[in-house]
């Protein structure tokens, strides 16, 4: 789901941009691969299955030196920091789509519903155990939703429009 909002800044960017966006792509998918197979590596199969942050436990049993200890507090600190920033580029980047979309000039009268929108959305899970539930049962087909079908049909309506266009246009020449 990002990688679609991300791609609402692509019309902004040049056409390098496009090529960047791709390798990120790939380079996302080869780092998280490679994750996994540390984490099954290190942990094991069935503590890498069971644990909710893996690789907070794979940190917090590290030890690097008697000097150095408590890697995992500074873990927390940099996910808490990466967490902020995603999810400040991604209401950026939905901010932006809803304006591009319905030709909003004033971006504050989008943003300020979307904020409230999104706290009241954060209250919705009271502990890590409901939204795991959540993510279980109904993550995949509310990603399928709104991240392939809903994406596949705007695509399809423009190709349909856009070959309607040259119909049109060939008709009105000939």
Request: net charge positive; hydrophobic share 55%.
């Amino acid at each position: 789901m990002e990688t679609i909002s991300l791609l609402m800044i692509l019309p902004y960017a040049g056409n390098k941009a496009k090529k960047g966006f791709i390798i990120g792509i790939a380079a996302a998918g080869l780092m998280f691969a490679i994750s996994i197979f540390f984490t099954i590596g290190i942990l094991g199969v069935y503590r890498s299955a069971h644990l909710t942050y893996p690789i907070y436990v794979i940190f917090r049993e590290m030890q690097l030196s008697k000097f150095i200890q408590h890697v995992e507090a500074v873990l927390s600190i940099n996910m808490l920091l990466l967490v902020f920033l995603k999810l400040s580029i991604l209401f950026y980047c939905a901010v932006l789509g809803i304006c591009q979309l319905f030709q909003i000039k004033n971006r504050t009268c989008i943003a300020y519903p979307t904020i409230w929108l999104i706290s009241a959305y954060s209250l919705l899970f009271k502990n890590i155990t409901e939204n795991v539930e959540w993510v279980q049962n109904y993550l995949f087909p509310y990603y399928t939703l709104y991240g392939v079908i809903l994406p596949a049909v705007l695509v399809g309506v423009n190709w349909i429009r856009a070959a309607r266009e040259r119909q049109t246009g060939e008709i009105m020449r000939g």
